[in-house]
């Protein structure tokens, strides 16, 4: 899985359908399902793989610490994603936790160790932007991470712009891609807008939740 080619992050919606987009017509570089509330997450990604056995699955999660989420967490990652993206990160220790529950869930399950790749999104939230200088020890599952202005208020203020730059400026201290998860439901001229000035910023690649936008992500960052 190269992180640095995947540019279009489809959100999944929970729907029967197996396929929730035109597989011809529509193909994401990956395929991103909430994790919360969702019972039949094994289900759901048998489901998927079993007609588009190489594309990747990521699941969100909510955040953890020790007080709560941490069995939602460990039962999102038994259903053995391709990598779990893990919202409010807060601390590099929030990433620690992370990891060492991949781990354990990992060897019970008879999985590869490292196989669950993680996203850790500190850009939706205030604690991750103002530690975002001091993440600097890269776990080898950590493959990117995360920005969602939708999260800081107001989205489109100058506390959201802030937050891309320390965003990005966390990564490339880290040796890894930023991804944008922000406007994924915008309408198509203000998410065309928001692609270009996320591919201008340095990101890596963007979430939609609209499949007919995957043509608007691909032409913003491959043009940039």
């Not at 999104?121 to 205030?126: A, E, F, L, R, T």
């Amino acid at each position: 899985m190269d992180i640095r080619r995947m540019k279009v992050w489809l959100l999944g919606m929970a729907t029967d359908d197996p396929v929730p987009f035109d597989p011809q017509a529509h193909r994401p570089d990956c395929l991103c399902l909430s994790a919360k509330g969702e019972d039949r997450l094994e289900e759901r990604i048998a489901s998927l793989r079993s007609v588009l056995p190489s594309l990747p699955i990521f699941l969100i999660c909510e955040p953890i610490s020790k007080a709560y989420n941490v069995d939602d967490f460990s039962r999102a990652a038994r259903a053995s994603p391709d990598g779990i993206i893990l919202r409010g990160v807060e601390s590099a220790a929030r990433i620690q936790m992370a990891e060492t529950l991949l781990r354990v869930v990992e060897a019970r399950e008879e999985l590869e160790e490292g196989s669950i790749a993680l996203i850790a999104m500190i850009g939706d939230n205030g604690g991750g932007l103002l530690n975002a200088r001091h993440f600097l020890h890269r776990h080898r599952r950590l493959i990117a991470l995360g920005y969602d202005g939708d999260a800081l208020e107001p989205a489109d203020g100058e506390i959201a712009r802030q937050g891309a730059v320390a965003t990005m400026l966390a990564a490339r201290n880290l040796g890894v891609p930023a991804i944008d998860f922000s406007a994924a439901r915008s309408p198509a001229a203000a998410f065309e807008t928001s692609c270009h000035q996320a591919a201008r910023t340095g990101f890596a690649g963007k979430l939609t939740e609209n499949p007919d936008h995957i043509g608007i992500i691909k032409s913003a960052f491959g043009a940039a």
